[in-house]
């Protein structure tokens, strides 16, 4: 479960709170309450969109943030390389597998998806899209910290406005692969996959 309460419909209709309204009519069915009866039209738990409904001004701007896909120039290929090598870098179930949904939907081969997570021993994708993954790497396992022959690949290849977009959205779902982790949302509603598979009792007093 969530480690943050759930908005049920009735608390979303009760603070007449339409644009939640209106998410939760699209992802779920219409009149349908996604915590009592949760999961999405397209498969996920659907959990993400009940606990960022606590606060309205959170919600506007995330979806705000999604919106965002129908204005940018850069190649959606580009985009989702970038988003799911975030989820596979950021250790996110959830965003790694809705991007790898995405990428699906635009044509990529699986053979190339797959490929993602070890994209340093492929020979798959092309010197651009390396330099894609280099970037990601260097954003979310890096702290930002990237090689100027990295970013000077990307410039031979983009112009300075879309590696700006792929830089922040890039780091918009690294940000949410951690809050998803954080707040055991979705896919990433698990237990910490690291502990001691031996357990020790304590030394005797």
Same mark, same amino acid.
């Given at each position: ?7 049920? @419909? ?9 644009? #939640? ?10 009149? @349908?309450?996604?915590?009592?009866? $949760? ?8 959990? *993400? *969109? ?21 204005? #940018? ?5 580009? @985009? ?7 989820? *596979? ?16 939907? =635009?044509? #990529? ?9 070890? *994209? ?6 092309? $010197? ?10 260097? =954003? ?17 290849? =983009? ?15 690294? !940000?949410?692969?951690? !809050? ?26």
């Amino acid at each position: 479960m969530p480690r943050l309460r759930q908005v049920s @419909r009735a608390e979303a209709t009760e603070r007449d709170d339409k644009l #939640v309204q209106f998410f939760y009519d699209l992802l779920f069915g219409e009149g @349908r309450d996604p915590v009592a009866e $949760p999961g999405t039209t397209d498969g996920t738990p659907g959990d *993400w *969109w009940t606990v960022f409904a606590l606060d309205h001004a959170v919600f506007k701007h995330c979806v705000a943030g999604f919106q965002l896909y129908r204005e #940018v120039s850069l190649d959606p290929v580009l @985009r989702e390389l970038g988003q799911t090598r975030a989820g *596979w870098a950021r250790g996110s179930r959830f965003v790694y597998a809705q991007h790898r949904r995405q990428m699906r939907a =635009l044509g #990529v081969p699986e053979d190339k998806i797959q490929a993602v997570a070890h *994209w340093e021993v492929s020979d798959l994708f092309d $010197p651009l899209e390396r330099a894609v993954l280099a970037y990601a790497d260097a =954003l979310v396992l890096n702290g930002g910290r990237v090689h100027d022959e990295v970013f000077e690949t990307l410039r031979r290849h =983009l112009p300075d406005e879309q590696i700006l977009e792929l830089t922040y959205v890039t780091c918009l779902y690294d !940000m949410h692969a951690t !809050m998803a982790k954080a707040l055991r949302l979705e896919f990433d509603d698990r237990e910490d996959p690291v502990e001691d598979p031996v357990e020790t009792p304590p030394p005797s007093a």
